[in-house]
């Protein structure tokens, strides 16, 4: 089993930055791909980012203002948030995609003015 801690978030103004990190337990973090989702309220989980074992990178909702980074000899994972918007406030979880994956407890982002 994996543990995912997830740290970074907070409260920010519209057009600020944040940099949430997700450290995992463990000697597998190398192997898999690691993904950054968010849950906005009353909304569902969707995800945010991913990157694989070979650093190999996908944004869905966010290209341009966020970067995920992974550094293998922390065991973590990273989001890099830019130029954050209000739409942007959720709760952020990291994910291991082994087979089951396993979640992070999440961290909020609020922004707001």
């Known amino acids: 089993q994996v543990q995912l801690v997830e740290s970074g978030g907070g409260l920010v103004q519209p057009g600020g930055s944040l940099r949430l990190s997700c450290a995992a337990s463990?000697?597998?973090?190398?192997?898999?791909?690691m993904g950054w989702y968010r849950q906005a309220p009353g909304g569902r989980r969707e995800l945010v980012a991913q990157i694989g074992s070979d650093h190999t990178t996908l944004y869905i909702p966010v290209k341009g203002r966020f970067t995920i980074s992974r550094e293998s000899g922390k065991n973590t994972v990273f989001l890099q948030m830019n130029n954050l918007e209000l739409s942007d406030t959720a709760v952020y979880y990291c994910?291991?995609?082994?087979?089951?994956?396993?979640w992070g407890q999440g961290t909020q982002v609020t922004v707001s003015s």
């Open positions: 994910r291991i995609e082994t087979t089951p994956p396993f």
């Open positions: 463990g000697n597998i973090f190398n192997t898999y791909t």
